[in-house]
């Protein structure tokens, strides 16, 4: 079991370039979960999906924000237009449901100059 | 909606002593979950421990046990013999069946050599 894979693992980009983040769950694993990870705000979840429905999408900031999971192993994180507040740490997780522990991805380091 | 505050921004302990990371946290369900997360700075989060609230015992990792207080809300991590290994950024975490994790603001640990 190759765990929970995201790329890339750092990102820098100009502000107002599109940027896209790639997730790969554990196989088997039926909910996905983005948080975001700065020193001001801690560990924020962004949104959720169970068996690849998006469940709940407060925690996406602005409508810069996207994400989708077109199939059970693959998801995407976009922000598009970027900005430089968007610097963050950008984490995926999988579990086996909701209320479980949750397995992390190693995470994206994002920076937007 | 859950809460977890955890009240110390930094802990320091002498390598092979014993240090306990506190931990409070506010829900209204009645089954949830508790959980400690390592993050060294590899940034890669690790789960460490967990505990189901309607088990009255305090669950235990080989160096790594809890303190469970259900009526007091509280869930500290106590490190035994502690290692320079072990010097991260701890979090502690509950959700409930349908809920995603929500994270305290993180004890940064420091082992003294």
């Known amino acids: 079991d190759a765990g929970v894979i995201q790329s890339p693992r750092h990102e820098v980009t100009e502000m107002g370039q599109e940027v896209t983040l790639r997730c790969k769950p554990i196989?088997?694993?039926?909910?996905l979960f983005w948080y975001r990870q700065t020193m001001m705000r801690g560990l924020e979840l962004l949104i959720y999906?169970?068996?690849?429905?998006?469940?709940?999408d407060s925690g996406m900031p602005e409508d810069r924000f996207s994400a989708k999971m077109p199939n059970a192993s693959f998801s995407t994180l976009k922000i598009q237009p970027s900005e430089p507040r968007d610097s963050a740490v950008y984490f995926c997780?999988?579990?086996?449901?909701?209320?479980?522990?949750?397995?992390f991805g190693s995470g994206t380091r994002l920076t937007v100059v | 909606a859950q809460t977890v505050t955890q009240s110390q921004p930094e802990m320091s302990v002498q390598e092979a002593e014993t240090v306990t990371l506190s931990c409070t946290y506010d829900t209204s369900e009645s089954d949830y979950y508790l959980f400690w997360y390592k993050q060294p700075p590899s940034r890669q989060m690790i789960l460490v421990i967990r505990?189901?609230?309607?088990?009255?015992q305090n669950a235990t990792e080989n160096r790594f046990s809890v303190n469970f207080q259900k009526a007091a809300k509280s869930f500290s991590l106590k490190i035994s013999d502690s290692q320079l290994g072990d010097a991260a950024m701890y979090f502690c975490a509950s959700n409930s069946g349908n809920t995603p994790l929500v994270f305290g603001k993180g004890t940064r640990l420091s082992v003294i050599a």
């Open positions: 505990q189901e609230a309607y088990k009255q």
């Open positions: 196989s088997g694993h039926n909910s």
């Open positions: 999906f169970n068996n690849n429905v998006p469940i709940d």
């Open positions: 997780a999988s579990s086996l449901r909701t209320g479980r522990g949750y397995t």
